[in-house]
């Protein structure tokens, strides 16, 4: 059966003509797949730029805390690293009005002058010996 749409249709991909159903986007799957492809990773590169500064912001805080349970740092180390204070994941606020803002589970409390408490949270549930 002869198409008989008068005007020429062009697959999405590639932009050759398509021949066939009324209805067609694409020449075949890897056209498909390629413009599928192309779409979602247009739309994610915000989420995968967020991400990448999250990252690197809990690779900072973990590296300046080490092994240890908490420390205290200044505002100038972090950023000589490269820390990104505009994204956290989360905040957290204790019992004295606290808040620490975390990256993943490393986190940090803003304290006078410039400096801050790191801390590393904890899972209650995994470690026996915090859940009294």
Do not use: W
């Not at 915000?46 to 205290?72: C, D, F, W």
């Not at 820390?83 to 990256?103: A, K």
Request: glycine share 4%.
């Amino acid at each position: 059966m002869a198409d008989n749409n008068s005007s020429t249709r062009n697959c999405l991909s590639c932009d050759k003509q398509l021949h066939g159903r009324i209805d067609k986007k694409f020449c075949n799957d890897y056209c498909r797949n390629m413009y599928n492809n192309a779409m979602r990773n247009m739309n994610s590169t915000p989420v995968r730029n967020i991400n990448s500064v999250l990252s690197k912001n809990r690779r900072i805080l973990e590296a300046l805390l080490g092994e240890e349970k908490t420390t205290r740092i200044n505002r100038e180390q972090m950023l000589r690293k490269g820390f990104n204070f505009q994204y956290i994941t989360h905040t957290y606020t204790n019992r004295n009005g606290d808040t620490y803002c975390y990256c993943y589970e490393m986190g940090y409390l803003p304290l006078e002058n410039e400096s801050y408490l790191l801390v590393r949270h904890r899972d209650r549930s995994a470690d026996p010996s915090l859940t009294k």
